[in-house]
């Protein structure tokens, strides 16, 4: 990656860092397969591999999601040149697959051996009255963060990328079954630990009481959790929270709780066209929350719960002889790795139980695939999934952070400067290196940063790595002092584009570091 031409030329150290990263989760996937052969562990033996120790199992699915968000802004040679590439990419998913499905199916197994039991970790339905409950009583001033479909290992990137700004844990959380929004959402509510009831309503779509209440949708768990608190609270989407206008904030600075409520995952996943797309917009949500926790944090929030209603598989796409037919009965509703109903017919290729066997009211059954298998649905994606039973659907973060003091004084001193690699930007991958000096003796050794590509006030490009210091889910860079880095650029958006401008912000406080302007752009589309 640090030779010469893949310094000269861009793309080849993207190209690089695509092999090493094959290599990584090839390499994590055997390990996987092979601590699973014959091993006797209960739900919670797997749950600790998959979050904890020295080398947790989560670390695979970071490390896939990250190779193939780049992979798909990497333009592949019409001509022949990245056969050999395609084919690493092929063996990688396919060794990746295998993995995923090794574990879901041990996972369903001692899960359902165990009872549903788990011991020893928190339940999602206990996470508002654990760690949220009392911190509301003694009127601080708080924000509850409920991401859909955010996944322990995106939960552990975004902690990582806060350590400087915050004192904080992350926990492990166990989404309620079947892991999808209506119930993992209502779950999070204050009262949840009394009890769910898994109802039927009409049109063919369940909700689910909580005492007197029934929790169908968004806007009756946003009038549940008002009713319950009796507090002033702001309520708002993650992207109000981007700009938030002056009315926004000065609700925010007068409230005493702050509710917010991401759907881009879940929205994405679901709903995308494009593979390539999805993954690419994934990875924008953990900037956004970083970015959303920060501009609270200015406006007075002192206290932080981030989690979620479930996590995700996304994969390889889910071929035709991996999906089956579902019980059949009485179905109420029907999920790719989930069938909600009554009745029907029992199958090899699922479990089936009782709502009640995992922990719900009600009289409905559940079945669940007992591999990495779908049931036949029409819509939605075949690469996306949740519902069902697997460490990536049901292991959830729960993050907790309190605002430090930061001291920025260092940043009066701190000087970035910029060089552009060629005179002129020919193609959609460019370089420029970044080198960061402090005009005082005692300034930091390292700078948090974050760069940008802008034309006439629009994004329209983004940092795909750096030679060190890249964070690959929120894309800041450490730029280390007196120590060049050659960060790659990625144009996203090239029709009539005539100039750039490259922005350097310091992550924490966003001030302005340094920029360079007017740099030409001519590409042959």
Request: charged content about 30%; glycine content about 8%.
């Amino acid at each position: 990656k640090e030779s010469f031409w893949a310094l000269q030329e861009p793309v080849y150290q993207l190209r690089w860092k695509l092999i090493e990263d094959s290599a990584r989760v090839l390499i994590l996937s055997h390990k996987l397969k092979e601590e699973l052969k014959g091993s006797k562990v209960s739900p919670a033996d797997m749950i600790h591999r998959y979050t904890g120790g020295s080398d947790p199992w989560y670390v695979l699915d970071t490390c896939y999601r990250h190779l193939e968000g780049r992979y798909s802004s990497f333009e592949l040679d019409l001509e022949g040149q990245h056969d050999e590439l395609e084919k690493v990419i092929t063996r990688v998913r396919q060794g990746y697959t295998r993995a995923m499905e090794n574990s879901i199916e041990v996972f369903t197994r001692c899960l359902k051996d165990a009872d549903f039991e788990i011991q020893d970790y928190l339940l999602q339905e206990g996470i508002f009255n654990r760690h949220m409950a009392s911190h509301v009583a003694q009127n601080e001033k708080v924000a509850y963060i409920l991401v859909d479909a955010l996944r322990f290992e995106m939960g552990k990137e975004l902690v990582d990328s806060l350590a400087e700004e915050f004192e904080m844990s992350l926990l492990p959380g166990i989404a309620q079954l079947p892991s999808i929004t209506v119930v993992g959402m209502a779950a999070l509510m204050p009262g949840a630990e009394n009890g769910l009831e898994l109802i039927e309503k009409s049109g063919g779509k369940i909700s689910i009481g909580i005492g007197a209440a029934t929790l169908k949708d968004r806007s009756s768990r946003i009038k549940y959790f008002e009713d319950s608190l009796k507090k002033e609270i702001a309520v708002c989407k993650l992207s109000e929270l981007i700009k938030p206008s002056k009315k926004r904030q000065a609700q925010i600075r007068e409230c005493d709780v702050v509710l917010v409520t991401s759907q881009e995952i879940d929205r994405w996943g679901e709903e995308a066209g494009g593979e390539d797309e999805v993954r690419l917009f994934m990875d924008e949500v953990l900037g956004k929350l970083r970015n959303a926790i920060r501009r609270l944090a200015a406006l007075g929030v002192s206290y932080f719960v981030v989690t979620a209603d479930h996590g995700h598989i996304y994969g390889e796409t889910i071929e035709s002889g991996m999906k089956m037919d579902p019980p059949g009965g009485k179905t109420v509703e029907l999920h790719r790795r989930v069938w909600i109903g009554k009745g029907g017919k029992s199958g090899e290729g699922f479990i089936r139980v009782s709502v009640s066997d995992v922990g719900l009211g009600g009289d409905m059954e559940l079945a669940f695939p007992g591999s990495l298998s779908c049931f036949k649905a029409k819509g939605g994606s075949t690469a996306y999934f949740h519902g069902g039973i697997s460490l990536q659907e049901m292991v959830i973060p729960v993050i907790l952070l309190k605002k430090k003091e930061i001291e920025t004084h260092g940043l009066k001193t701190a000087v970035v400067e910029l060089s552009v690699g060629k005179p002129k930007i020919t193609t959609r991958f460019f370089s420029v290196t970044a080198t960061y000096f402090s005009e005082d003796l005692f300034g930091p050794d390292e700078l948090r940063v974050k760069m940008s590509v802008r034309s006439k006030r629009k994004d329209v490009g983004f940092a795909a790595m750096s030679a060190y210091g890249f964070e690959e889910g929120t894309k800041e860079i450490i730029l280390q002092k007196d120590k060049p880095n050659s960060i790659t650029f990625m144009l996203t958006d090239v029709q009539d584009l005539k100039n750039v401008t490259i922005h350097v912000l310091d992550s924490i406080s966003q001030v302005a570091l340094a920029r360079i302007e007017h740099i030409p752009v001519e590409i042959a589309i």
